[in-house]
């Protein structure tokens, strides 16, 4: 069965999107409370897929560097202009993610796969050998 289009997007894509949309959403329409509406259901969602993939810690240490990229690029702004500002968040954000979350759950999937049957050489399914604790 085909996985939907999301699920084989990188959370990491989805977390940067969240900021750059976030902040259009609030450039666009001039209403800070839907922009904080943008990220949190961003922030919701990527959350939400993190933790079966890389866990409580990996997931909340995300969490923690898009708050700090959140603000670091309020203190940018002035210095470098909003929309780099916000690119270079979203850019740290996005890294960030894919090293805790993306490459973790590529792992676990990685892992996950070796004990599942394989094809053998007639095309066969063959058991998984067993593990020794």
């Known amino acids: 069965m085909p996985r939907p289009p999301l699920a084989t997007l990188p959370t990491a894509v989805v977390a940067a999107l969240t900021l750059v949309v976030g902040f259009a959403v609030g450039q666009l329409t001039g209403?800070?409370?839907?922009a904080a509406v943008v990220?949190?259901?961003g922030g919701a969602w990527c959350a939400w897929r993190s933790v079966p993939a890389a866990g409580w810690l990996?997931?909340?240490?995300?969490v923690l560097v898009a708050v700090l990229a959140f603000v670091g690029s309020h203190l940018a702004a002035p210095t470098i202009g909003a929309w780099p500002a916000v690119i270079a968040a979203a850019l740290l954000l996005g890294a960030a993610a894919w090293m805790l979350v993306d490459?973790?759950?590529g792992r676990a999937g990685a892992?996950?796969?070796?004990?599942?049957?394989?094809m053998g050489a007639e095309g066969a399914a063959v058991a998984p050998a067993r593990r020794r604790p």
């Not at 990996?58 to 995300?62: G, K, Q, S």
């Not at 892992?111 to 394989?118: E, K, W, Y």
Request: cysteine-free; hydrophobic content about 50%; overall charge positive.
């Open 111 to 118: 892992d996950r796969s070796a004990d599942g049957p394989t």
């Open 58 to 62: 990996r997931t909340a240490a995300v």
């Open 31 to 34: 209403v800070r409370p839907l």
């Open 103 to 105: 490459r973790a759950a």
């Open 39 to 41: 990220l949190i259901a």
